[in-house]
């Protein structure tokens, strides 16, 4: 893979200030947090429903990022994109603990049933994300991309999904632009977040019914 073009300090202005602004704004973990809110709001309104989603902020965004910002204090990782992929183990292991531990909580205090099955999500995919890389490089921001794409068109209707499909869109060719991937990685990454969602609508999960 190519040197990215924000690398250097020297680099990062114009055109890939902004793209790296925007890579580091609309991260996986930013991304994971609004589906929560979003979909907790859904489920069991305004106040109810943004306390359960930000519970599933906290333990799934929050959590793995200090444990990133951690990491890079003590050197353990170079930067905040982690390109390396050995960089990435711990970050996604803590993740999918993480996912597992805050659906272990949505079951026993009755919370939503979308935030269960977004916790579900979490796990599987941080889980086979973690697999994937310790072997080849594979982009996060397509999969969560993709996966929030999905899940708000699931959820919330085709109307919704056609304002955040160009987000998704934008946040993959970020990265393409960024040289942080190649398209081979990219496209991975979107084929991992959609296939898993898929599988699991058709188990029953993000169906538009169970919010009402």
């Keep these: 893979m190519s040197i990215p073009r924000d690398t250097h300090k020297s680099d990062r202005v114009g055109w890939v200030r902004l793209a790296r602004v925007l890579s580091n704004v609309i991260s996986p973990p930013t991304m994971f947090a609004a589906t929560g809110l979003a979909l907790g709001m859904r ?27 951690y990491l890079m204090r003590t050197g353990h990782i170079g930067d905040l994109h982690m390109s390396a992929t050995h960089e990435r183990h711990i970050p996604y292991l ?3 603990v993480s996912g597992a531990l805050v659906y272990g909580l949505l079951r026993l205090l009755d919370g939503p049933i979308l935030l269960q099955c977004l916790a579900i999500f979490t796990v599987v995919t ?41 987000v998704a869109v934008l946040i993959c060719y970020v990265r393409l632009y960024l040289k942080r991937h190649t398209p081979a990685q990219v496209l991975a990454g979107v084929a991992l977040g959609l296939s898993v969602v898929g599988i699991m609508r058709l188990l029953g999960c993000f169906v538009m019914p169970i919010c009402f």
């Design 94 to 96: 803590s993740a999918a």
């Design 126 to 166: 941080l889980s086979a994300l973690a697999l994937i890389n310790s072997r080849w490089l594979i982009s996060i921001h397509a999969t969560a991309a993709a996966s929030t794409w999905l899940i708000f068109t699931l959820v919330f209707g085709t109307t919704v999904g056609l304002v955040v499909l160009p």
């Design 43 to 69: 489920e069991r309104g305004l106040w109810p429903g943004f306390g359960w989603g930000a519970l599933y902020a906290i333990m799934i965004s929050l959590t793995p990022m200090l444990v990133i910002v």
